[in-house]
């Protein structure tokens, strides 16, 4: 394994198991010489075709990968099966599924998103965690510029340009990203509470759930039935106004959908 080849801060010792990729089988010197890589973005699409059970059968089909081997990743996942969310099932249930491929590449954060044909929604889902004000396109230049509010500036681009720079590699544009001007951050902050709402209804409308603890599980980041379905019990009951009972029909509910 060439250095280049290995994660960063990894040391192997004799007798260590690792996974890798093979990547070359060097035949023309005496007894064939195989290369192995743990760095590049094709060995994560690799771990993931072995953990994910639809992607090894082609329900869910990852359309991108962008990858700062040891800190962070980017993979853009994508279905036209309407009954199957292809982010929840590489996530898995409880996340499982995503915790074994983090602790085989050693802690390394991975951001799984939704891909679309849409570059502005692509894009945007690729700047998660970060809330964008708007996005222009410049086809010209295969340039987006997103203007964001100035608290989320330094989300958007994330510590050292990572979280822009893997975002441009996985959506195959250059973005740039400025302030938003106040006007600009009025119409996001609004169409963010829009969204809040919207959320919140959705989830009352699970009996099980009710008005009430869709806005406690919304205010406290569970806006969706797919983001319900990988919560822990425990942390749901810990929330207050939840409880233990509630959390356990909760989640009892959302499983059954």
Not at 19 to 31: K, M, Q, V, Y
Request: hydrophobic letters at 40%; aromatic letters at 4%.
């Amino acid at each position: 394994m060439r250095n280049s080849d290995k994660i960063p801060k990894e040391i192997y010792e004799p007798n260590d198991h690792i996974t890798a990729l093979l990547t070359e089988i060097n035949s023309e010197h005496p007894g064939p010489s195989l290369f192995v890589t743990r760095a590049t973005p094709e060995f994560v699409v690799k771990l993931f075709e072995l953990e994910v059970t639809e992607i090894r059968d082609g329900q869910v089909i990852i359309k991108g990968v962008s990858r700062d081997p040891g800190y962070r990743t980017k993979i853009a996942v994508w279905t036209d099966q309407p009954r199957i969310d292809p982010v929840g099932a590489c996530v898995g249930l409880r996340g499982m599924r995503v915790r074994n491929i983090v602790r085989e590449l050693g802690g390394e954060k991975i951001d799984i998103i939704n891909w679309d044909p849409d570059i502005r929604v692509f894009a945007a889902n690729a700047l998660k965690p970060a809330k964008l004000s708007s996005i222009s396109v410049d086809e010209k230049a295969h340039q987006l510029n997103i203007k964001v509010a100035e608290d989320q500036l330094s989300l958007s681009i994330g510590k050292r340009g990572q979280n822009a720079r893997l975002a441009a590699n996985l959506t195959g544009w250059k973005i740039e990203i400025s302030k938003a001007e106040e006007n600009e951050q009025t119409t996001a902050q609004d169409d963010f509470a829009e969204q809040m709402r919207k959320a919140i209804e959705a989830l009352a409308n699970i009996p099980a759930i009710g008005p009430e603890a869709a806005e406690i599980l919304v205010h406290n980041g569970y806006a969706t039935v797919d983001g319900l379905k990988i919560a822990e019990e425990e942390d749901l009951a810990q929330l207050e106004g939840i409880g233990p009972e509630k959390a356990a029909a909760i989640l009892a509910a959302v499983q059954a959908m």
